[in-house]
């Protein structure tokens, strides 16, 4: 089994290490046993020559930012010159032993070249970016940190050499005073670091590689030259150990990590403290002096900072209070319309009711999805802030508006004093005019309804809600005041949707048909499917009564769904049994709400599919209003006209947009409604009169003409009006004159009897 190889960056402080080692170990014997104490020069150019091949094994071996490599390269000229310092120092001490060496004065600008280098490499070196806003607070404590630094080494190191009673040259001094700037400003400058491309630990570790010029400066401030000895072979090969531990950490380096070392400046003062009370007790020197002005340098810096500081959480206190007030603020308040939301409604309407009497005002907007979905949201949005705005400004002080959700306002009054017809008036005024920076006109329903101190908050909403309710029903812009009783239709329309649902699942609709007759054979060539209710108590209930309710409930789409499946089973039974020419339409009525489900148009492929009816066959009729509902159902009706369904356009002639609808919508049907078959047989024919009467007649069979489309006449009443179409050119009818709508069995028996009269003929 072999041994696990030795990291490469680990090899060299190892390498190191050792070396150091054995110079503390040649040490430790030279105090018990003695010996050549020249010796003791051999560690320190040993060590920082490891510690210069180790730099530049990293520089040739790990790829790294060119601000990075520019570090290394600095510290490499440190390491180097210290080495070639200090091995001229060593030669020296060599060739004048046992006298004591006396290198030139030349000798020290290696290790000042070096240290110099090391400064320019620790001060310019990239620790990462950081924002405008922190720079100032971040040189701050970072010039706490020097300052603190500097006069603690100040104090240890440099003071006891220049007081020293051995003569030391001038070259040491500076030395040493480079190497405490070195350490002083590499403990500040890695404080605080967001990240950078050098590791921070390395730098740290580069610069308190100067501790050992400052701790052998330290002794031999107070034992003189007989420090030298120790100096050389203890402390000295320490320097080079710390740069190749922090060669081995950017060896190994995969990014920073953001740390603030907040702790530092505070720190620093602490490490003024100590030389400061020192000298205090102690002889007062000009060295004294210094320490003293820098304590009290340290002192201001860290009173600003701390200013500073409180300043800054204040800032923050104060920052925090808004943002807690704001989320306040929208805790109750609508986010578009910046009224009051439903949860501050209820709380303001739950006061009121308890001190006195409170009127509520709920207000809708008629058609709003209409512009939703055929405009777009945007468009919806600036109109609920249009109407917010002219909310706010018609109730002002008298009471507080809110929206409670979608396209639904509402007012809480709690002043007695308030003249509410006054407010409502001046409500519809507002709502009455053009709207937001469309200037859309739009229509508003409300409901209003007025208790005493007492009454349950909910039982004021839903009277408010019946009201309002209740104004719907009666048409657009309607404002109803509740009154006892009104929540009979209200509670019967809720009843009726919930049998609605349970006869759906009980199987109780039925599909009758409605035949469409040729008028000029008189023969049956298609159906209009209708759904029937036979409610188990009530009897049949009329298409009118129920349909509104499925639309409101959402019913519709499952009750569409159950219409297209049975008309398209049924008239592929009719086509089996009497062949293909038997039908040429097969038409259920389609809803808005259908149209916008988006699983509509499989419900149809599956209905074809299932059934086996061909899609041309299948004739989807669909009013002006459910055609108008925006992109969603556009699509839906171009993938079913590509699908080959046919598309018919009922009641048409009754909306606004008729003729554009012809250019954009895919329709192959336009059937007149019933209202333009009224009464056009009263003239006699030929007369101005007539005229008059079938002008709308005449001008939409000209206009299909024109763009290929059928047409057929609904609400055919008697023969006078079926003979006026005929002879206005339309070939097709539909009313009570012409077929009732009936069940299918009936349907069958009529177009057998046609097979027959065929088949006679």
Not at 26 to 51: D, E, M, N, Q
Not at 469 to 480: H, L, P
Not at 548 to 556: D, F, K, Q, S, W
Request: some cysteine.
């Amino acid at each position: 089994m072999t041994e696990p190889r030795v990291s490469t960056p680990r090899r060299y402080v190892l390498a190191t290490a050792a070396v150091a080692g054995l110079s503390a170990l040649w040490y430790l014997g030279y105090l018990t046993f003695g010996g050549p104490s020249v010796l003791a020069y051999v560690g320190g150019p040993l060590a920082s020559a490891l510690g210069a091949v180790a730099i530049f094994a990293l520089l040739r071996t790990v790829p790294m930012a060119p601000a990075a490599r520019r570090f290394w390269w600095l510290i490499l000229v440190l390491e180097v010159s210290v080495a070639v310092g200090r091995a001229i120092q060593a030669g020296y001490a060599f060739a004048a032993y046992p006298a004591a060496p006396a290198p030139p004065a030349w000798v020290a600008l290696f290790s000042t070249g070096g240290l110099i280098a090391a400064i320019i490499a620790i001060c310019f070196v990239p620790l990462g970016e950081t924002a405008r806003t922190e720079r100032w607070k971040r040189t701050l404590d970072r010039t706490i940190a020097f300052y603190g630094c500097f006069t603690l080494l100040w104090f240890t190191a440099l003071q006891p050499l220049i007081e020293s009673g051995d003569a030391w040259p001038v070259r040491s001094k500076v030395t040493i005073a480079l190497a405490v700037v070195m350490i002083a400003i590499g403990i500040a400058r890695v404080a605080f670091v967001p990240g950078g491309p050098v590791d921070r630990v390395a730098v740290r570790l580069v610069a308190c590689s100067g501790l050992a010029a400052a701790g052998y400066a330290m002794i031999a401030g107070h034992a003189g030259r007989s420090a030298t000895t120790p100096g050389q072979a203890l402390l000295l090969p320490l320097g080079p150990l710390l740069v190749t531990m922090a060669v081995s950490r950017q060896w190994r380096y995969l990014g920073a990590r953001p740390q603030r070392e907040a702790w530092l400046p505070y720190l620093a003062v602490v490490a003024v403290d100590v030389p400061l009370v020192a000298t205090v007790f102690g002889p007062m020197t000009w060295a004294g002096r210094v320490v003293v002005l820098l304590a009290v340098g340290v002192t201001l810096l860290a009173s600003l900072r701390q200013f500073l500081a409180y300043r800054e959480n204040q800032r923050l206190i104060r920052a925090q209070r808004a943002a807690q007030a704001q989320l306040s603020y929208d805790a109750t308040h609508d986010g578009l319309t910046g009224l009051a939301n439903r949860s501050l409604f209820r709380d303001r309407l739950a006061a009121a009711l308890e001190t006195g009497p409170a009127t509520v005002i709920i207000v809708d907007l008629d058609d709003f999805k209409t512009v939703n979905d055929s405009l777009g949201h945007n468009i919806g949005d600036d109109l609920l802030v249009a109407v917010a705005e002219a909310l706010r400004d018609a109730v002002g002080d008298d009471g507080l508006p809110a929206r409670l959700g979608g396209d639904e306002f509402a007012v809480v009054v709690s002043d007695p004093r308030v003249d509410i017809d006054d407010l409502i008036h001046r409500i519809g005024t507002v709502l009455d005019g053009p709207l937001s920076e469309h200037r859309l006109l739009m229509h508003a329903s409300a409901g209003l309804a007025t208790a005493p101190a007492g009454t349950p908050l909910d039982n004021v909403m839903r009277d408010a809600d019946t009201a309002l309710y209740a104004a719907k029903q009666r048409g657009k812009a309607n404002w109803v005041r509740f009154a006892p009783g009104m929540e009979r239709p209200v509670v019967a329309d809720a009843q009726l949707g919930a049998d609605l649902r349970r006869g759906l699942e009980a199987g109780e609709f039925r599909v009758v048909y409605q035949p469409l007759v040729d008028l000029h054979l008189n023969r049956v060539i298609g159906v209009e499917a209708l759904v029937r209710w036979q409610h188990p108590t009530r009897g049949v209930i009329s298409p009118a009564e129920f349909i509104p309710v499925a639309e409101r409930t959402g019913l519709i789409v499952p009750l569409g769904r159950f219409v297209l499946r049975e008309t398209c089973r049924q008239a592929a039974a009719w086509l089996n049994e009497f062949g293909p020419d038997v039908l040429q339409k097969a038409g259920p009525n389609v809803s808005a709400r259908q149209l916008h489900d988006p699983d509509f148009v499989d419900d149809v492929r599956a209905a074809l599919a299932d059934s086996g009816l061909p899609g041309e066959l299948l004739v989807l009729e669909l009013t002006e209003s459910a055609v108008l509902r925006g992109q969603q159902v556009s699509r839906t009706l171009h993938e079913l006209h590509g699908m080959g369904v046919r598309l018919a356009l009922d009641d048409f002639g009754t909306g606004e947009s008729s003729l554009s609808l012809l250019r954009a919508f895919p329709a192959s049907i336009v059937k007149l409604d019933k209202s333009f078959v009224d009464g056009i047989e009263l003239d006699e024919p030929d007369t101005p009169e007539a005229a008059a009467r079938q002008a709308v007649a005449r001008a939409v069979i000209q206009m299909a003409g024109a763009l290929d489309l059928d047409t057929v006449a609904e609400g055919i009443e008697n023969e006078e009006q079926a003979e006026r179409l005929r002879r206005l050119g339309y070939s097709l009818g539909q009313g009570f004159h012409l077929a009732e709508p009936m069940h299918p069995e009936q349907v069958t028996l009529m177009l057998a009897g046609q097979q027959d009269d065929t088949s006679a003929a």
